[in-house]
């Protein structure tokens, strides 16, 4: 199964996310951070903020929650299919928007929890309602793992860790860099 990777950020102004030039912008990964060998994002593996184990035999595991200039927050990982069958992806993780649903499987239900702020941030959208996570997830086979990421307003500096709330799996603490 190809899994292809892709960000796209949501405009910030009221011209549509245009820029001087007249071209739409969008968010890239860093020149820094790892590709595979089809040019797509990969999370940097050499951490582990949480393992997140789910009874339907998905384990989640973070590997990076990281500021990114513009005030986003991007966290990274990957799903890893812990069974001996290919394992389809939970409709839960979509989130239910009608906005949403209409990219098929993602995982646009994804919530951050900051408890010192009392805020909840939801994965973000683009200027088309598109969230800017992984989607066209739709299975996983037996024993393989496929990245991920979200992408989601980045909480005030002074907080250094948030709850990851991935729906119909327990939540777990990360921290962010």
């Given at each position: ?41 990969v999370p940097d593996t050499s ?64 919530t951050l929890i900051d408890k ?61 860099s």
């Amino acid at each position: 199964m190809a899994l292809t990777v892709s960000l796209t950020a949501c405009g910030g102004g009221e011209d549509g996310g245009k820029d001087d030039s007249g071209n739409t912008s969008s968010s890239a990964p860093p020149a820094d951070e790892p590709k595979d060998d089809g040019g797509n994002t990969v999370p940097d593996t050499s951490q582990t903020l949480a393992t997140i184990n789910g009874s339907d035999g998905f384990q989640f595991v973070v590997n990076t929650a990281a500021r990114d200039k513009g005030g986003f927050l991007t966290v990274m990982g990957s799903i890893k299919n812990t069974t001996t069958d290919v394992k389809t992806i939970d409709l839960l993780w979509s989130g239910q928007e009608s906005a949403v649903k209409r990219t098929g499987p993602s995982l646009g239900g994804i919530t951050l929890i900051d408890k010192a702020e009392k805020k909840r941030y939801y994965v973000l959208r683009d200027t088309d309602g598109y969230p800017l996570t992984t989607t066209g997830l739709s299975s996983v086979e037996a024993g393989k793992s496929v990245s991920f990421f979200a992408q989601f307003p980045a909480p005030p500096d002074g907080t250094s860790e948030v709850d990851i709330q991935i729906p119909s799996m327990p939540v777990a603490t990360i921290e962010i860099s």
